[in-house]
């Protein structure tokens, strides 16, 4: 039986970047749980990765050849229980000639005010060798919205803090 628990869509909704905020839907399942019957932090990274993915690869377009290079931030702020539907927006907040960082911001969980989780996942953009390559010449960024600063904030400091990734 095929797993029909995860979607993509875009909305316009909080644009910061180069595309549309790319929405992930996920139904939290009992394969995703962990010992105390909430999502576990293996499934956490699974999800968030392909979210994020979902997000760069949507905001390169078909010419994207992507691998992750690092993962900046990953933090959980809420235990998720088994059966939550959770809705992860996602959206290109740092772009350079080969590299962009993807964040994420999870919707917040039923009867919460603040999101459960949030992100921060770096791509390369590779050609057929496996070397960076350059991402095509239209892709910009046209700077975060309202929603994305403090995520925005902690990308900044990151990026100081780790340096910049020699593919600017």
Known sequence: ???????????????????????????????DSNHHGTLYAGSLMRIALEAAYTTAFNAVGSTANLLLRRVLSLECYRP???GSMVEIKGAVLHLTRAYLVAGLIAS???????????????FVQVDSEGRPAEFPNDLALTGAAKGWRSLDLRM?????????NGLD
């Open 80 to 82: 998720v229980p088994v």
């Open 1 to 31: 039986m095929p797993d029909n628990s995860n979607s993509t869509s875009t909305s316009d909704e909080c644009l910061p970047a180069v595309a549309q905020a790319t929405l992930t839907h996920r139904l939290i399942l009992p394969v």
């Open 156 to 164: 900044q400091k990151l990026l100081k803090i780790r340096g910049r």
């Open 108 to 122: 917040p969980l039923a009867g919460q005010k603040s999101p459960w989780m949030d992100g921060l996942f770096g």
